[in-house]
């Protein structure tokens, strides 16, 4: 089995899904064991909106352009001069276009057939992708107004966990580069916990803490809103001009192999998610 397969790679130690206790155990116990038709919705970046204006929270969508089941029928011209590409099915299957004049049409085209036939469920054991059809999305790209670079060169990425609906921990994503990221931990009231991480070449640590946003408490809300009726989801948002956005769903994160949280960590998280009223289906 591929997911035995890398986390016995990754932690030198067999995976125990009889008695799962850390969150990447847990992750991959329900993953494999249950009902996981929910987070194909959630976790399908086109189909999430509909799941989003249910729960109520519309404002918090980023503008969408077009959908197209391939690249041969996008219509370049009804899209602005900068937005943002993407794959529904994906992860890291982005492309962030700030000129559309300088885009090469026929390269384009040919990375985007290669994101839509490209089934990640092969490679991660994530196998809740197989239910979403893929297609190709274009949408806003968020631009944010006195940007401040001595914080972060890019936009950062509020990544929050969610155990049984309720907030546990912030993983703050800033400075990104090709090959990672800036990482920073923090809980609910946004106190600072660098033990929480494990860093290396592709995940830093900052030099400073995150400042905490002006609306945090209601990025939480939103967040808890969105993750009423998981076991545990990761709620990813942006706070871009005094406004809160939606970033994705993620029931899998690193595929249940995240190595940039240390074994506490992992094992504090992995006992906060109540595992009792889960019904296994296979």
Known sequence: MMA???FRILFHRKLDLKNPKDLNEKILFLSLYTDTSKWAECA???????YIVNCGLSEILVDLYGKWDKPEDIDWSILPNSFVLK???GCGTVLLVDNKSKLDLKVTTILLREWLDRD???ETAEFHYRRIKPCIIAEEMLIPSGFDEKISSTIIDYKIWCF???VDSILVCSNRRPDGCDLSVYDSEWNYYPEA????KHHQERKFPVPKPAKLELMLEVAETLSTGFPEV?????????????GEMTFTSFGGTMTYYSPNQLLKMGQKIDLSTVKKTR
Request: hydrophobic share 30%; glycine share 2%; charged share 35%.
């Open 197 to 200: 991480s494990v860093f290396d």
């Open 234 to 246: 990761r709620v990813d948002l942006y706070y871009i001009n005094d406004r809160i956005y939606f």
């Open 120 to 122: 990640i469920s092969n």
């Open 164 to 166: 049984n609906g309720k």
């Open 44 to 50: 399908d970046k086109y189909s999430v909106r509909k």
């Open 4 to 6: 035995k397969l890398r």
């Open 87 to 89: 794959t529904n099915n």
